[in-house]
C-alpha cells in the first residue's frame, strides 16, 4: 500500500503542477491539505453485520453477505459554477469492506488550500484504457483477487455471501463479480454546500449491501445465484450505479 | 555478478572499519537485493525493522539448516521444509524430535513476501514470529529459545555472524526469528515454464494452456464459460491465497460442520471463520504432495477429483465453491464442477508447469554446511 501512496503523491504533484501553471498570479497558494473519502457498509440504514446476518432483498431472498469490494476510479472534484475541477490522475482505489475491516478509507494529499468544490464524480471501475493493461497503477495489480485473468482484466464490484433458499434447501453460494467494458458505471454526488477544501475534510459515505439486488432491477437469486459476465450482470451493474453509494455526511 | 561486487564492497568496507581502534565497531550490513519479478505485482512488503541484508540472510540460512535449533541435535528447519520437494517434506504430517507425529503437513515455503498470517491457521504474523515457534514446539524441535540462544553463543561461528548481521554478539530469539525470517524471504521462486510463459520465453503446448484457462476461470454455465474455478483462491501468477488480512483463508469442502477443525477460527475467535486454513500457493506443486492441511490426497488426481466432485457442505464452505459449477447449478443436490477427464487432466498439466527446477537446486538456497 505504501508504494501506492508514492504513486499518488507522483500524480498529485502532476495535477498541481498543471493547476498551478495555469495560475501564475496566484503566488500565495499552498497545497498543503487534504480530503478523506470513507465508506461503510449499510443494510436497512444500519451498519451491515458481515457475515453473521441475514437480509431480505426486494424479492424476498434471504442472504448473508461476507465481502464487498469495487474499484473506484477516475475521481473529480467539482466546482459546478467555476466550472474548475481537481482531477485525480491514476487514481485507483479498491474500497473493500468484511468483517475485519468495516470501515474503508483514503486519503488525497497536497489539495490546492483554496479550491472549493460541490461536485464529487467518480466511477466503479476500470476505465478501458488501464483495464486492458498489467501496469501497477494506483492499486490495480493483477495479482490481487480483482482480476479475472491477467489477460482479460478486473473484476469492477465482487461481492460474496450465502443466498438461504428456504427450509430444508441448501444453502447457495452467493457471488457476483461483475467487470467489463460495459459496466463501467461514473456517478455523481451534489454536496449540500460548497466544501472548502482548507482544512481537513471528510466525506461519509454509505454502501448498501442490498442494492445490487433491489434497484432498478429486482434479481431473484432462486433462478441465479452467481453473476458473472452474462446479460444479466449488467442488471447487478445498473444496480450498482443507482443505489450502491450515498454521500451521508462531510466533516471537517 | 553484482553480489560478488557487493560482496567485495563489504569486505572492503569491513576492513576499513577494522583499521580503527575499536575492534568492536559496527559495520552496517549490506543490503540483499531482492530479485522480484514485475508481474509479481508491489502487494508485498519487506519489513523496515528487519530489512534483508547479505549478513543476515546468510547466517539466517545457516539457522535454517541448523540442527543445533533442536533439543537433541538432530532436527532442523529443513528436515522438515527439504529444498528438492520445494521446502516441504513428502509426507502426510510431519515429524518431529523422537518420532513424533505433528498434526499438520509442512507448507511448502515459496514467494513468503507476498504472504501475510502465518501457519495453516494463520496465527502467526509475521515470519519472525512464526520462525521461532518450531523451536519450542515440543513435537517438533522441543528446545527452549533461551537454551537456543545459549547453545549458539557457545559455537566458534554464531556470535561472529551474529554480529555481521546484527552488530551485537551476543544472541538474542529476537535476531534469531529475524534472521530466519530474511531466509525465508529470499526464497522466490519464477523461474518455472509458466513464468517463462509470462514474460514470452517460452510456449505452452495446447494442453497447458486449456489447463491454464481453466485453471483462472470462474465457470458460467449461462454463457457456456467453462472454468476449474481454482483462480479463485489461487489468485494470478503467484496461485496462493489473497494477501489481505484474513481473505486468504478458506474453507474449502474437506469435511462436514462435526468434523471441521477450527483453523482460522481459533485465531479470530469468529464462529464463521471454522474450518478456513491458509490458501497455499501451488508453485511447484507437482513437488510437493501430499496435498491439504493434514497431507489427505496423495496425487493431484485425487485433488481435482476432490474439487471436481468431492465437496462436502458446512456452514462455512466457501461461496465461491458452492457457487461454481460448468453446468446449471440444480438445488440440494451434490456440488458438483462437471468437468471433464480431459479438463482435468488440463489442469495438472498446467499445475506441473509452475514446477522451479532452479528453484530446487539454487545453491543460496541449500545446506551451507
Same mark, same amino acid.
Given at each position: ?98 468483517? &475485519?475491516?468495516? &470501515?474503508?478509507?483514503?486519503?488525497? &494529499?497536497? +489539495? ?27 492499486? +490495480? ?65 454509505? +454502501? ?45 | ?369
Amino acid at each position: 500500500m505504501k508504494n501506492f501512496q508514492t504513486l499518488f503523491s507522483v500524480a498529485f504533484l502532476m495535477t498541481i503542477l498543471l493547476i498551478a501553471s495555469g495560475c501564475g498570479s496566484e503566488n500565495d497558494v499552498d497545497f498543503n491539505d487534504s480530503l478523506t473519502l470513507e465508506f461503510k457498509a449499510i443494510a436497512n440504514g444500519q451498519p451491515l453485520a458481515f457475515n453473521t446476518a441475514n437480509y431480505t432483498t426486494a424479492s424476498g431472498n434471504v442472504i448473508s453477505i461476507d465481502r464487498m469490494k469495487f474499484y473506484l476510479s477516475n475521481l473529480q472534484l467539482i466546482n459546478s459554477e467555476t466550472g474548475e475541477a481537481f482531477v485525480e490522475q491514476d487514481g485507483y482505489h479498491l474500497v473493500s469492506l468484511n468483517d &475485519e475491516q468495516e &470501515e474503508y478509507s483514503f486519503t488525497i &494529499e497536497n +489539495l490546492r488550500s483554496d479550491f472549493k468544490f460541490d461536485k464529487i464524480k467518480f466511477a466503479i471501475g476500470v476505465d478501458a484504457d488501464k483495464n486492458a493493461s498489467i501496469d501497477n497503477v494506483g492499486d +490495480l495489480d493483477p495479482t490481487n483477487d480483482m482480476a479475472w485473468n491477467w489477460n482479460t482484466g478486473y473484476k469492477f464490484f465482487l461481492m460474496e455471501g450465502l443466498f438461504y433458499p428456504g427450509v430444508d434447501q441448501e444453502n447457495q453460494g452467493l457471488v457476483l463479480h461483475i467487470g467489463l467494458d460495459r459496466n463501467f458505471k461514473t456517478l455523481e454526488f451534489l454536496a449540500d454546500n460548497h466544501i472548502d477544501i482548507a482544512g481537513s475534510n471528510t466525506l461519509h459515505f454509505t +454502501l448498501d449491501g442490498l442494492a445490487p439486488f433491489n434497484s432498478p432491477n429486482v434479481i431473484d437469486l432462486t433462478s441465479k445465484s452467481s453473476y458473472m459476465v452474462d446479460e444479466d450482470s449488467n442488471k447487478i451493474a445498473e444496480n450498482y450505479a443507482t443505489g450502491l453509494i450515498r454521500l451521508s455526511s462531510t466533516e471537517r | 555478478m553484482n553480489r560478488l561486487i557487493l560482496q567485495i564492497l563489504t569486505i572492503g568496507l569491513w576492513l576499513v572499519s577494522c583499521g580503527g581502534d575499536n575492534s568492536n565497531q559496527i559495520t552496517a550490513p549490506t543490503p540483499y537485493n531482492l530479485d522480484v519479478p514485475f508481474y509479481f505485482g508491489e502487494n508485498y512488503e519487506l519489513p523496515k525493522e528487519n530489512p534483508l541484508t547479505i549478513e543476515g540472510v546468510e547466517l539466517g540460512r545457516m539457522l535454517f539448516y541448523e540442527k543445533k535449533l533442536s533439543r537433541d541435535n538432530t532436527i532442523s528447519c529443513s528436515s522438515c521444509h527439504q529444498q528438492d520437494k520445494a521446502f516441504t517434506d513428502g509426507l502426510p504430517v510431519s515429524i518431529g524430535i523422537d518420532g513424533q507425529h505433528l498434526t499438520k503437513s509442512a507448507m511448502s515455503l515459496v514467494n513468503m513476501p507476498w504472504s501475510s498470517h502465518f501457519f495453516w491457521n494463520g496465527r502467526a504474523e509475521s515470519l519472525e514470529v512464526q520462525a521461532l515457534e518450531p523451536i519450542e514446539n515440543p513435537l517438533e524441535m522441543d528446545q527452549s529459545l533461551d537454551e537456543t540462544v545459549s547453545k549458539l553463543q557457545n559455537t566458534e561461528i554464531y556470535p561472529d555472524r551474529f554480529f555481521k548481521a546484527f552488530g551485537n554478539k551476543t544472541i538474542t530469539t529476537e535476531n534469531i526469528g529475524k534472521a530466519l525470517a530474511q531466509f525465508q524471504r529470499t526464497l522466490i521462486s519464477a523461474n518455472s515454464k509458466y513464468d517463462k510463459y509470462i514474460v514470452g520465453d517460452a510456449e505452452l503446448t495446447e494442453q497447458e494452456s486449456l489447463g491454464m484457462e481453466l485453471f483462472f476461470t470462474h465457470p458460467e454455465p449461462s454463457s457456456s464459460i467453462r472454468g476449474g474455478n481454482c483462480g479463485d483462491c489461487h489468485v494470478n501468477f503467484l496461485t496462493s491465497g489473497v494477501n489481505d488480512n484474513f481473505d486468504g483463508f478458506k474453507n474449502n469442502g474437506l469435511d462436514n460442520d462435526s468434523g471441521l477443525e477450527d483453523g482460522l477460527a481459533a485465531v479470530t475467535g469468529f464462529p464463521s471463520d471454522k474450518g478456513k486454513f491458509k490458501v497455499p500457493s501451488l508453485r511447484n506443486i507437482a513437488l510437493t504432495a501430499p496435498y491439504m492441511h493434514d497431507g489427505r490426497f496423495s496425487t493431484l488426481e485425487e485433488v481435482l477429483d476432490h474439487y471436481n466432485e468431492g465437496i462436502i457442505r458446512s456452514e462455512t464452505l466457501d461461496p465461491l465453491i458452492l457457487a461454481a459449477s460448468n453446468e446449471n447449478i440444480v438445488p440440494n443436490e451434490d456440488i458438483k464442477l462437471h468437468l471433464t477427464d480431459e479438463e482435468k487432466e488440463a489442469i495438472i498439466a498446467f499445475l506441473k508447469t509452475l514446477t522451479d527446477y532452479n528453484f530446487i537446486t539454487d545453491e543460496k538456497f541449500s545446506d551451507p554446511f
